[in-house]
């Protein structure tokens, strides 16, 4: 299992992500995601970009309270805290996908 919540840059993951949430997105992302996107870090760096994650309270996508990491991080722009491998691996996956279309 990764160990996400290393500091980096002298700031927490949590505060990371608060200061890239509020200030890299308009409207500011509310901070109820924050757990999300570490969730969200934490399972495609462990090799599971689809794995299911629970919404916040009062919070859905596309109709559902559940949503796939990979979407999270897509979203979000989260590619900056993710492994190299795990988003390379993730990206050859989708080009597959493609492929076999």
Aim: hydrophobic share 40%; charged share 25%.
């Amino acid at each position: 299992m990764t160990n996400i919540e290393e500091v980096e840059f002298g700031l927490p993951l949590g505060l990371q992500l608060e200061i890239h949430l509020t200030n890299n997105h308009y409207p500011p992302v509310p901070l109820d995601m924050v757990p999300v996107c570490v969730e969200a870090i934490r399972a495609i760096n462990d090799g599971d970009p689809y794995e299911w994650l629970d919404l916040p309270k009062g919070v859905s996508y596309q109709g559902n309270h559940l949503i796939e990491a990979i979407s999270v991080a897509e979203s979000f722009h989260l590619d900056g805290w993710l492994e190299e491998d795990a988003w390379l691996a993730y990206e050859g996956r989708l080009l597959t996908d493609r492929e076999e279309v």
